[in-house]
């Protein structure tokens, strides 16, 4: 129950979140940045989906904050009315053409008010799945967590794809792109009904009883436990950053490549998330039998080296090799970062800031990489003159960060995480024991 509550909840939330960078590539330029260029305008539109990113590390902070002090539940109940109260909202707002520069001023600040609301979703779901999951299938349970950013993202796309197949251009713009955005109070009050039945982890629960739990998590967290916070912050880096760039640069960058013909992309990214449903719990059993390390590693170096071939694939204009590029660049390299990832950042910390390390690393990521790759790889393919190769570059270095901190971080698929000795054996340096070899590699 626990683990389908996390599912269900974080389902949601991704699909609230996803919801905006789908328009930002498709819809909010013309409807909200109309007075400027096409290429000004999508940069426009991705800024204000970037700053959305910005509030997600303070959502994390205060999330963690509640989540360590309060409880874990109390904190996912209120990240999710608070992402389906803005999503909703987006919905509704007026256009440029109706109040002017209020329309975008609005826009920004709803989407300040999702990335707050997300920064305190991720931390509590994983922890949730984590913590009440069997010793020897935290991996797999914790995919919970991670199968429903896919599902948020399949429902998303599917839901902008389906309202583009069945109007006509004139009538999406006009009205169209708002039904997926208001179809979100429906499933905020779907996910409530689970969420509230929820009960806290045994371990979370017992400190709680005990009245052992930390006064101010967050500066414990950095007292104690900040390497932990540098290494998870790394290695969210190349995850984030890819995943942002397939599926929502990416769609931005097929469209501009064929015309009128979006659907394409729009197809892709359904088809790797339809898919990410499968290959993220894969991924995720296997890293509880070889360990998180071998795996996170094999993703981001794979990640790096398939990049360019990405591109070459999207510019070919063939819709079999693009969504054979898009699942092979998501499924095949990026998944196997992701799918491990709830189980490895949670089992980096100690109960008592548990969600605050989670949350605070993971978020702290997702800012540098995840929010602004999108915007940073727009600027640079227009530096490039509509090459992608400085973006190619740009992902590489975040890759190598992102394989350097991953081999730094110790193996914690076999540790128990209801120790709360100050562990610097969980963020010490990799022993050889640790390290990946060909036999488990």
Not at 15 to 38: I, R, W
Not at 49 to 58: D, K, M, T, W
Request: with cysteine; hydrophobic share 50%.
């Amino acid at each position: 129950m626990v683990a389908l509550g996390s599912f269900v909840g974080t389902t949601i939330e991704w699909y609230d979140f996803f919801l905006y960078g789908t328009a930002a590539a498709l819809v909010f330029s013309p409807l909200f940045f109309p007075d400027v260029s096409p290429a000004i305008g999508l940069i426009a539109a991705f800024g204000t989906y970037a700053v959305g990113f910005l509030a997600r590390p303070l959502g994390g902070v205060v999330a963690g904050h509640i989540g360590d002090r309060v409880g874990r539940k109390a904190m996912l109940v209120a990240s999710l009315l608070i992402m389906g109260a803005s999503t909703t909202l987006i919905g509704v707002l007026p256009t440029h053409a109706s109040i002017g520069i209020w329309a975008p001023i609005l826009l920004l600040v709803l989407r300040l008010v999702q990335g707050f609301g997300v920064g305190g979703e991720w931390g509590g779901a994983a922890l949730m799945s984590v913590e009440s999951a069997p010793s020897n299938r935290r991996g797999f349970y914790g995919s919970f967590t991670q199968i429903g950013v896919s599902a948020g993202m399949l429902l998303a796309v599917g839901a902008f794809s389906i309202a583009r197949t069945v109007l006509d251009e004139e009538a999406f713009l006009a009205w169209g792109w708002r039904i997926p955005f208001l179809i979100s109070g429906l499933l905020v009050f779907i996910g409530l009904l689970i969420r509230i039945g929820l009960s806290e982890p045994e371990k979370f629960a017992e400190m709680k009883q005990n009245d052992t739990i930390a006064d101010r998590p967050v500066v414990e967290l950095f007292r104690n436990e900040r390497r932990a916070v540098y290494l998870t912050t790394g290695m969210r880096l190349s995850q984030n950053a890819i995943y942002y760039l397939y599926t929502v640069f990416g769609i931005a960058y097929i469209a501009r490549s064929l015309g009128s013909a979006t659907s394409v992309g729009l197809n892709s990214v359904l088809v790797a998330s339809a898919i990410g449903l499968v290959s993220v719990p894969i991924w995720a059993a296997m890293s509880d039998k070889v360990g998180r390390r071998p795996l996170y590693l094999f993703g981001a170096i794979t990640s790096a080296l398939f990049i360019g071939p990405f591109f070459l694939l999207a510019d070919t204009g063939n819709p079999v090799l693009i969504t054979l590029a898009m699942v092979i660049g998501l499924n095949f390299f990026h998944d196997a970062m992701y799918g491990p990832q709830a189980a490895f950042f949670s089992e980096m910390f100690s109960t008592g800031v548990r969600y605050s390390g989670a949350s605070v690393g993971y978020q702290i990521g997702s800012v540098f990489a995840g929010g602004f790759s999108p915007l940073i790889a727009t600027s640079l393919l227009a530096v490039g003159n509509g090459s992608p190769w400085l973006v190619v570059g740009y992902f590489t270095i975040l890759s190598v960060i992102t394989a350097v901190c991953a081999y730094l971080a110790p193996e914690t698929n076999k540790k128990d995480i209801d120790d709360d000795t100050p562990n610097q054996a969980r963020v010490a340096a990799p022993s050889s024991h640790d390290t990946p070899s060909p036999s488990n590699a």
